[in-house]
């Protein structure tokens, strides 16, 4: 399949096949159990083949499909180490690469909004795309000015397929959450349903990316490419080379895996104090490593269709709570957490037992550095996953607030990403620097006062000095 299918009635056809091959299969390891092989080996068969037929309709049918198997591929890291395997290669070939459209389509969409002459807009365009993702591909070019730029062009009937993949998709929520223990798949589909049409305008994708791109114009560490020229269902901006994270997680060495760790926690936690925009989107196809002139590295933002508004920064509610759970007040934590609405008004918990439950999972906030690995990412994911723990009662009664379910879930996206480089990372570091509420106001006064004390010595000495 070499375009984007667009009769709903194809597309349905596809996906309704996923649940019914995977009564197939286990149909089929049932009979080679029969035949003799163990059950270990029947096991990891079954689980290659459901993964190969998985992501490969979910690559072929682009759109809402793809979309949702981008997103699962940053949990890969919570699944256990013996189903991990199989899943690994089939989740991370979503992240950055899928059957791209044909060159035709392609001229005509440019033609369409660019004009007849669009050609003469540029001095090379290349007609093979260098990448290819849920909504769109993009073609290395160069600008009529000289500039290597990038140029994303739209699916055609990108819009529909979006939709009626992610309505299809809820109905196999059931099947597909063993996928991600721990996880309710539901309103992940959900939530991606509510941000396709943000997705699909490439006005809105062009007002984030150059926002960021002013901001961090001058940044030694993250370099996000200026936007060009944007029209409807075209985006052009300037082109970055660099080492795909993807292969960062695959063959990077333990200095690229930290410290495109440190900087991915950095423009995490950054991005919406300096901008006040998150990037909603953290899958590792979406950032590279470009080595910085100095013999080290820099991170380079892609992609900025998902992205959450945040005129305020990340939410204080959210850095008062983990420094009162790294204090070990249990009474103030769950006193915020029911003011903020994580606990309904009906539901009755013992603050003891929420601030039993929070503790492991705030773990990196606590060292000066932690290392993210996949095991430790397995161990939080069962323990919340397991139906006979106290973690997972506890955490069938809490809540999470509209307002609150994008960071939720481009932190734990973000979490994923770093157990899968295995990256050792400062993250109080940053969490100290760009998280409101993390740092007590008395601290933040003293160190204000301190610093201008500071200033009033240093220009003593200079006046001391030009007197003597």
Not at 142 to 165: C, N
């Amino acid at each position: 399949m070499s375009d984007l299918p667009r009769k709903a009635v194809t597309r349905t056809v596809k996906l309704a096949a996923l649940p019914l091959g995977f009564a197939g299969r286990a149909t089929w390891g049932l009979g080679k159990r029969i035949g003799g092989k163990s059950a270990e080996i029947v096991g990891r068969e079954l689980q290659q083949r459901t993964a190969e037929q998985l992501f490969k309709v979910l690559g072929e049918l682009k759109g809402g499909a793809m979309k949702f198997g981008q997103a699962m591929s940053v949990f890969e890291s919570a699944l256990p180490e013996e189903i991990a395997g199989p899943y690994r290669a089939a989740l991370t070939k979503l992240q950055d690469a899928a059957p791209p459209m044909p060159t035709r389509t392609v001229h005509s969409v440019l033609e369409e909004r660019l004009g007849a002459d669009w050609a003469e807009l540029f001095v090379e365009f290349e007609d093979k795309p260098s990448a290819a993702a849920s909504i769109g591909q993009v073609h290395r070019a160069v600008w009529h000015d000289g500039r290597e730029v990038a140029v994303k062009v739209q699916y055609p009937g990108a819009g529909e397929a979006l939709l009626s993949d992610l309505t299809q998709l809820s109905r196999f929520a059931r099947l597909l959450g063993p996928l991600i223990p721990g996880m309710d798949i539901k309103p992940l589909i959900a939530e991606l349903r509510d941000r396709v049409s943000e997705e699909l305008d490439y006005g809105l994708e062009a007002q984030a990316q150059a926002a960021h791109a002013e901001e961090f114009a001058d940044d030694p560490d993250v370099l996000v490419p200026a936007v060009v020229h944007q029209c409807e269902q075209v985006l052009v901006t300037e082109w970055i080379d660099g080492v795909p994270l993807s292969e960062v997680i695959t063959d990077g060495t333990p200095e690229q895996r930290d410290r495109a760790g440190q900087l991915l926690a950095r423009f995490l936690f950054s991005g919406p104090a300096r901008t006040g925009l998150l990037h909603a989107d953290p899958h590792p196809g979406n950032f590279r490593l470009l080595p910085d002139g100095e013999g080290g590295w820099r991170l380079g933002v892609l992609d900025f269709g998902t992205v959450d508004r945040l005129p305020g920064g990340l939410p204080q509610p959210i850095g008062d709570s983990l420094r009162m759970t790294l204090d070990g007040d249990a009474e103030s934590v769950y006193e915020l957490l029911c003011e903020e609405g994580f606990v309904k008004e009906s539901i009755d918990l013992a603050p003891d037992a929420v601030l039993d439950y929070l503790l492991p999972i705030i773990e990196p906030a606590e060292a000066d550095e932690f290392t993210f690995t996949r095991g430790w990412m397995r161990n939080q994911a069962a323990r919340i996953a397991d139906p006979r723990s106290p973690a997972h009662q506890l955490g069938r009664q809490l809540n999470l607030p509209p307002a609150y379910l994008l960071i939720h879930r481009v932190t734990l996206s973000t979490i994923g990403v770093l157990c899968q480089l295995g990256a050792t990372v400062r993250l109080r570091d940053e969490l100290e620097e760009w998280l409101p509420g993390f740092v007590p106001e008395e601290s933040l006064e003293a160190e204000d006062l301190e610093a201008e004390e500071l200033e009033v010595e240093e220009l003593g000495e200079e006046v001391a000095a030009a007197e003597a």
